[in-house]
């Protein structure tokens, strides 16, 4: 640090930054005379230094037209004071054991965080360097190293606001809970009567149920995974593909969060023995959000799946889920049609709700009838017309499509094919006349060809049905702020390309990590495409007991782009990286 660690203690001073950025060369002369006006005229607000500057809007010499922002002032001040700088990801923090070192009100006094504790360390951020008398107190409680980092005032507040005011949340739910046993675990089965859980309405709980959800919302997560173990319960967040650990809670609170989110999700809390199914509707930043709920009874208790849908991610551009040209023009002709089968595979979590969904709203028009059939309904859209699968009445995608015949439809969308009735029904509503949209479950397009050969479809049938099959997967898409640009490794190249000969691009560029993506190096998924199209000689192949490796043969023949080869134009133009495409589509092609 600068010769100003040899003082008393002392907060940063705006006009010795301004003289820093001067001798640094950082701002035209124009700029520093407004930071020094700007300065004197808020001289008696209590406003941290890189506050102030940051609302001079000062222009960035080093890059046109851009202004410099207080994150940027912070992370050129901490180079400057020679302390590391630290931008906040909430998700690697130990919450409890950040705010047990000290009361919020020292922290506040002295604007710190703490961030990380061990035996060897703590690690505390700053945004007043020279104020120490904080480090001779902590020396105290603890032996270990005592490390600054330097941090956005602002993010020092916001954070030390939301931790401080969750573990107050979570310290009041356990005091009141003190006595009371857990849920329903199999191994306590004997001590159930003697069980209690906490009030699911307490405040507390409350509190920590909306710091949960709003937790989610700003990490863009897309599932919340809330897991009963023996001793606590896990808290885990699905962000871009990839599951994080987020939090642990003590049993008897997670018992209670659990069944707050089942009150939200009008569940029956007094059933915990048998799957269940909610939606939670809210609003964020005054944008509308859904929450599908699930559970499912484990050994030590429920365990409670959220799905969130954001109708700006449901509802995309083509271009925005990934579709090229080519892979769009295959795409619009087949759901032109007036009559047909598309089918749309892929595994769990690979955006075939967002592509259906996106399809739709398109094709969704004052002059169109379009019904849906789903379980559940993933989204309420005022254009569809959309119903519920409701198995303990009856109501099945069988009997839905039944239904729907009877409505005059013109397009029908049916959740998933899952067996050989609802095959049937939707084989006989393409038949006369009605072009028919649906998912399965299959590994590559030209597999569900032969998924529906299995569940007992007459081959003639899927010929003169089936227009055509979209395999998808979703993949990370590189950080636009910190991606770097690579030599290509010919070996990798080709292990991906194979058994095509794609020449390999000049450069290639792999994920680094920045404070934008939580030093991930990825920013959000888009989708990869196998378009699997129906054609007179496709057709003489689908027959009982047909060979899907000869269907996949001929299809790529015709035009078909294989799943990896929509990858690796991905990779070319600079969206992911080699090993991202091998991560998510590791099927080799045969051919």
């Known amino acids: 640090m600068r010769e100003e660690s040899k003082t008393e203690d002392h907060k940063l001073d705006i006009q010795r930054i301004i003289q820093w950025l001067d001798d640094d060369g950082i701002l ?57 700088y630290y931008y906040f990801d909430p998700l690697k923090i130990d919450v409890p054991s950040v705010t047990a070192i000290f009361s919020k009100a020292y922290a506040v006094n002295y604007n710190i965080l703490p961030i990380k504790i061990n035996d060897e360390e703590i690690v505390v951020a700053t945004a007043e360097p020279f104020i120490r008398a904080w480090q001779l107190d902590l020396a105290k409680m603890h032996h270990g190293k005592i490390r600054c980092v330097f941090a956005n005032p602002d993010e020092i507040k916001r954070y030390l606001d939301e931790f401080y005011n969750f573990s107050q949340s979570l310290k009041g739910a356990q005091t009141q809970n003190e006595g009371r046993g857990g849920g329903q675990n199999f191994e306590q089965l004997v001590e159930l009567s003697k069980m209690a859980d906490l009030d699911a309405n307490n405040q507390h709980v409350v509190n920590l149920v909306n710091w949960l959800l709003q937790y989610a919302f700003d990490q863009r997560a897309s599932d919340i995974h809330i897991e009963p173990r023996r001793q606590q319960g896990n808290v885990r967040f699905r962000i871009d593909g990839i599951l994080h650990h987020v939090y642990q809670l003590p049993m008897p609170i997670m018992n209670a969060v659990l069944s707050r989110l089942k009150i939200l999700g009008r569940m029956n809390i007094a059933e915990k023995r048998l799957p269940q199914d909610g939606r939670i509707k809210t609003q964020m930043n005054a944008k509308e959000i859904e929450l599908r709920l699930s559970t499912m009874p484990t050994a030590f208790g429920e365990k409670l799946v959220m799905r969130i849908f954001d109708p700006e991610v449901l509802l995309r551009d083509y271009e925005q889920l990934g579709f090229n040209k080519q892979e769009l023009a295959i795409w619009n002709r087949m759901t032109g049609q007036t009559h047909g089968i598309i089918l749309v595979t892929g595994p769990t979590g690979s955006g075939k709700t967002t592509t259906l969904y996106s399809t739709l709203k398109r094709l969704a028009t004052p002059e169109i009838n379009l019904c849906t059939v789903e379980d559940p309904i993933e989204q309420i859209e005022p254009v569809f017309n959309q119903m519920q699968v409701q198995a303990n009445i009856g109501l099945d995608f069988a009997s839905g499509i039944r239904t729907l015949l009877r409505q005059d439809p013109d ?165 992911t990286t080699i090993e991202e495409v091998l991560r998510v589509a590791p099927e080799r092609i045969e051919f």
């Open 28 to 84: 035209s002369k124009a700029d520093l005379e407004k930071c020094r006006q700007y300065a004197a005229a808020k001289i008696n607000l209590n406003k941290h230094p890189l506050k102030i500057l940051s609302e001079c809007e000062l222009a960035d010499r080093s890059q046109l037209g851009k202004l410099l922002t207080q994150e940027d002032l912070t992370q050129w001040l901490a180079k400057k004071l020679a302390l590391p």
């Open 411 to 575: 397009i029908i969308m049916v959740g998933e094919i899952r067996d050989l009735e609802t095959a049937e029904m939707a084989v006989q509503a393409s038949l006369t006349g009605h072009l028919v949209i649906s998912t399965l479950h299959t590994n590559n397009a030209p597999a569900a060809v032969t998924r529906l050969l299995n569940l007992g479809v007459p081959g003639y049938l899927i010929q003169q049905t089936v227009l055509g099959v979209m395999a998808q997967r979703l993949i990370r898409v590189l950080c636009k702020h910190c991606k770097t640009p690579v030599a290509v490794d010919d070996a990798q190249w080709q292990a991906l390309v194979a058994p095509f000969r794609v020449a390999p691009p000049k450069q290639i560029h792999r994920a680094t990590g920045c404070k934008e993506c939580r030093n991930t190096g990825f920013a959000g998924r888009i989708g990869i495409y196998e378009i699997f199209e129906n054609s007179q000689t496709l057709e003489k192949l689908i027959v009982e007991g047909c060979d899907t490796a000869l269907l996949q043969k001929q299809a790529i023949k015709e035009g078909m782009r294989p799943l990896r080869l929509s990858g690796a134009e991905k990779v070319a133009a600079g969206i």
